[in-house]
């Protein structure tokens, strides 16, 4: 795809982060470094917003890790994982990211990169950029709906480029020590 990126660009970030993580974790035993999401997504243009989707769980353990991003620059939205009778969670932000994204294409923003790879962003890909607004996706490929990268101007897939976006687990790197340790003893 060839779109324009240009410095004077005016730019909002939203990051599904359930999305992004849970890829990292199942393609790449990983979790997902943001600081190089958001460097990659801005492209040296104007930051107008960079805002990230986050389920809060009832331990609170990840409380950490919104320090974290907010650190970054990153906004936090939160919202409580919802559990149904018969235990089935839901944490799902697909209604408050589409609003927000309208919100700043109105006026605020000339591109919107969307952190994500949900094929249920489709329609909203296909209504901003008829409102003459660029829209980028950036994902990992390998776990991203087609529509999806078919419909963005741009795609920037976090899977050609994996070391850079992820971080080891900390189980993942315990667990190569260990496997070093065993070849150095045989």
Known sequence: MSIIKHKDQRVAILIDVQNLYHSAKN?????????????AALAGRKLVRAIAYVVK??????????EALTKMGI?????????????VKKGDWDVGIAVDAIRLAESAIDALALG???????PLVEYLRGRGRQVEV?????????????????FIDMSADPKKFTIP?????????????VIIRK
């Open 27 to 39: 393609l790449y035993n990983a979790r997902v470094n943001f600081s190089k999401v958001l460097e």
């Open 57 to 66: 769980t009832e331990t609170g353990e990840e409380s950490a890790f919104f």
């Open 75 to 87: 906004e936090t939205k939160m919202k409580d994982l919802q559990i149904f009778p018969g235990g």
């Open 116 to 122: 994500t790879g949900d094929g249920d962003f489709v």
């Open 138 to 154: 950036i994902a990992f490929g390998r776990s991203t709906s087609a529509k999806l990268k078919e419909a963005a101007d741009d």
């Open 169 to 181: 687990s900390k189980k993942l790197s315990a667990g190569r020590r260990t496997q070093r340790r």
